[in-house]
């Protein structure tokens, strides 16, 4: 079984600032991935960045860049220059090798100040 | 390319009644999967089709059901309601269900039982 664990309930950043939000995860199968989901107020689950197990270099994709340490069995989000608009729950998720579904973690709301 | 839609939005019923939900996946896409989102419980998965057969099940009572359709649209259904169902129902669509396969999420249907 897969387990996500996020432990940091609410976080708080300037804007222009970086933030980091953890995430670490815990399995046996040599074979997931691991993806970042932004849930603002309105419900939605945007997908921002996935990556894979087996994948050499970490995950980037426009601010938002994911600090991939296997050992550590970690998989931090960095968000560069943080926005208002970036104000949300944040979720950490995994999936194994077959069709398993998602399992997430219980999130962190990131706040943005201007 | 659309993206992944559900309908209705909002819904108000009230205990004892049952509930249709409906998602249409991204085009292509043939993996519908369902989440019920609560503060208490955070992110649970409830089921996954893929070419209208169920694949994967969750830890949910069989008042829970789903089915998926040959265009791939999925809907669930929730008989004989109770207080605990008020929920976000989450709908993800993927073009299968793998470790590298990122899932797409719907608006969600924000499900009020009285």
């Known amino acids: 079984a897969q387990k996500i664990t996020q432990t940091q309930p609410g976080m708080f950043v300037q804007e222009k600032e970086a933030v980091t939000l953890d995430c670490t995860y815990d399995t046996s199968d040599p074979s997931y991935g691991l993806f970042w989901y932004k849930q603002p107020s309105s419900g939605e689950m945007i997908f921002l960045i996935y990556?894979?197990?087996?994948?050499?270099q970490n995950a980037t994709e426009g601010r938002y860049s994911l600090n991939f340490q296997k050992a550590r069995k970690s998989a931090n989000l960095v968000i560069s220059a943080s926005q208002l608009g970036d104000s949300a729950m944040y979720f950490c998720a995994m999936t194994a090798s077959g069709n398993t579904p998602l399992v997430f973690g219980k999130g962190t709301r990131l706040s943005v100040i201007a | 390319k659309a993206g992944v839609t559900q309908t209705p939005r909002y819904l108000i019923k009230t205990r004892g009644q049952q509930v249709t939900l409906s998602c249409s996946p991204i085009s292509g896409h043939r993996s519908v999967s369902w989440y019920q989102q609560t503060p208490g419980q955070g992110l649970q998965f409830l089921f996954e089709?893929?070419?209208?057969?169920?694949?994967n099940k969750g830890n949910f009572p069989g008042r829970f059901s789903g089915r998926q359709f040959s265009n791939s649209r999925s809907e669930m259904n929730v008989s004989t309601l109770e207080l605990g169902d008020s929920a976000l129902y989450l709908c993800a669509s993927s073009f299968i269900v793998a470790s590298t396969d990122t899932q797409y999420f719907g608006p969600g249907t924000r499900l009020t039982v009285l």
């Open positions: 089709y893929f070419s209208e057969t169920q694949r």
């Open positions: 990556q894979g197990s087996y994948d050499q």
